[in-house]
């Protein structure tokens, strides 16, 4: 065995973890494991010389390719524009975003005022931002609080902020898709974990009707964080290299 077969497993074996990567803690790794089942089903049947399973078995492989693009479509879009993200943070500036995000959280959380906020990283959210109302505004606690604000006229939908500005209002974020761990939470919660498992958003939620402060991130929600941890929370992912 030469160096060059030995560099081809290493990388067909790189390639595989990175698929694995890609796929691990989304919807799809279920269905993956299905795929790999259905495969040595068929390998097993053509091993055994089953000619009529095996053909059976083989049309409908080809069939199924074709349907698991159509079906995880988000999926696979996620996970290439993960691939195709660059290594840099490009986001803007501001501690002072930083403290006011966590004033009108805190506010807003007192008031049980619901709130929605997705902060942009690496993954552009422009698509969503044209989904609202698109603004250009630098943040402050309480134009935060005024756009959330119950009969404000855009305080249905998530808010985008990029930096230090607010870049749009009202906005429609994709419900969450993934297995029913969060089936019982409302759709508040679920739009933050729609975003944030096809990009890598911080999504920020204000419950109405608990008043907790949650940050939804890579289709997970954690745990209620009181203002001194949310601060520390969007330093460490989001506005540490402005400070
Ligand atoms: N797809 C969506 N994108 C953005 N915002 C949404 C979306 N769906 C619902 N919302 C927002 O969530 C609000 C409804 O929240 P709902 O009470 O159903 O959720 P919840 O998760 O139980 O939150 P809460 O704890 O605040 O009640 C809507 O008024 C709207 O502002």
Redesign the pocket.
């Known amino acids: 065995m030469g160096v060059r077969d030995i560099l081809d497993v290493l990388l067909v074996a790189a390639l595989i973890y990175q698929g694995y990567l890609l796929v691990n803690g989304t919807r799809a790794v279920n269905v993956v494991r299905g795929v790999v089942i259905f495969a040595a089903i068929w390998l097993l049947s053509s091993l055994a010389g089953l000619a009529a399973l095996s053909y059976l078995l083989g049309r409908a492989g080809t069939v199924g390719l074709f349907a698991l693009v159509v079906v995880f479509q988000p999926e696979l879009r996620a996970a290439l524009e993960r691939l195709g993200r660059p290594r840099t943070r490009g986001t803007g500036r501001g501690s002072a975003a930083l403290l006011d995000l966590s004033r009108a959280a805190e506010r807003m959380a007192e008031r049980?005022t619901?709130?929605?906020i997705a902060i942009e990283r690496l993954t552009p959210l422009g698509e969503y931002a044209l989904?609202g109302v698109t603004l250009d505004a630098q943040i402050s606690a309480p134009f935060l609080e005024a756009l959330f604000a119950r009969n404000a006229p855009l305080?249905?939908?998530?808010v985008i902020v990029q930096g230090d500005r607010v870049v749009a209002a009202?906005?429609?974020?994709?419900?969450q898709a993934s297995d029913g761990t969060y089936r019982r939470?409302?759709?508040?919660?679920?739009?933050?974990l729609?975003?944030s498992e096809l990009t890598d958003a911080v999504v920020l939620?204000?419950?109405?009707?608990?008043g907790?402060i949650r940050i939804a991130l890579q289709g997970r929600l954690g745990p209620e964080l009181t203002v001194g941890e949310l601060r520390d929370r969007l330093r460490e992912l989001v506005y540490e290299e402005t400070l």
């Open positions: 049980k619901g709130a929605l989904s305080h249905d939908g998530g009202a906005c429609l974020f994709p419900l939470y409302g759709t508040r919660h679920r739009a933050a729609g975003l939620v204000v419950s109405e009707e608990r907790s």
